[in-house]
């Protein structure tokens, strides 16, 4: 069975750190109406929420992949770049505590979980201004004795690398070019985002479905395209904070 866990909008989601885009303001119930919709597509799917109440001095916790990275063996609890979030691995190392075996990221390293993509037995880690090398090889470490080889990868123009790229299909991402480069993923197929969607590469996948933003239509008709089941959910107002569709949840097998 897979569980996902969540979190509530915070009432303070206003706050948020951003680093790509201007602030604007957020309506904060319809954030919260646009994430109880997500929910109830990953409940759709077959996949058991676990809902965590929101935290009011926390922005960004909804965000929760920032907070850990979920494998099938074991969990790393990361270390956030923004020091704001630093906070918000306690309460998920508690969740996960029952779940895994835990290590977790030290000082000088710093990670997001946004930063880290898993394919097969591939992780890729971006580098990028949330996640420097000290964390990729603190994680190299733990997660090779599990049989999972670490690659850095550098990004550029995007808040993390699945701003960038994720998984859509076996052995196929969706990529933004422009911000990755597919020579950092051999022996993948590709689907690129079209050119004025730079926004688009973030989707969910669950199985042999896809969770995906609607407001990317031209992007949603190449992944229709290459025989991929979307399921679409607007998380819109939630990416006025910088957050997608992989951010809101730690999706995993109990």
């Known amino acids: 069975m897979l569980i996902a866990i ?12 951003l680093t790509y885009l201007e602030r604007a303001p957020i309506d904060v119930e319809r954030a919260r109406l646009q994430h109880r919709r997500y929910e109830e597509a990953l409940a759709s799917l077959g996949v058991q929420v676990r809902s965590l109440p929101a935290l009011p001095d926390l922005p960004d916790s909804v965000f929760v992949e920032d907070a850990a990275v979920v494998l099938d063996e074991c969990a790393v609890i990361a270390r956030p770049g923004a020091d704001s979030r630093k906070p918000e691995v306690d309460s998920i190392e508690e969740v996960l505590a029952p779940c895994r075996k835990l290590y977790r990221v030290r000082p000088p390293g710093s990670v997001d979980g946004g930063d880290v993509l898993r394919v097969g037995r591939e992780v890729f880690i971006g580098l990028t201004g949330r996640t420097n090398r000290s964390a990729i090889d603190q994680m190299a470490a733990f997660l090779r004795p599990h049989g999972y080889t670490v690659r850095a990868i550098p990004v550029g123009g995007c808040l993390h690398l699945k701003s960038a790229v994720t998984q859509v299909a076996a052995n196929t991402l969706l990529i933004n070019s422009e911000w990755v480069s597919k020579s950092h993923f051999p022996g993948m197929r590709f689907i690129d985002v079209d050119p004025s969607e730079p926004h688009a590469a973030n989707a969910l996948m669950i199985g042999d479905t896809v969770i995906y933003q609607p407001s990317y239509p031209a992007t949603r008709k190449s992944l229709e395209g290459a025989g991929i089941r ?11 904070a910088e957050g997608a569709l992989t951010c809101c949840s730690l999706v995993f097998e109990t």
């Open 230 to 240: 979307l399921v679409l959910v607007d998380e819109s107002e939630l990416g006025k």
């Open 6 to 17: 969540t979190r509530k909008v915070s009432p303070s989601i206003g706050r948020c750190e």
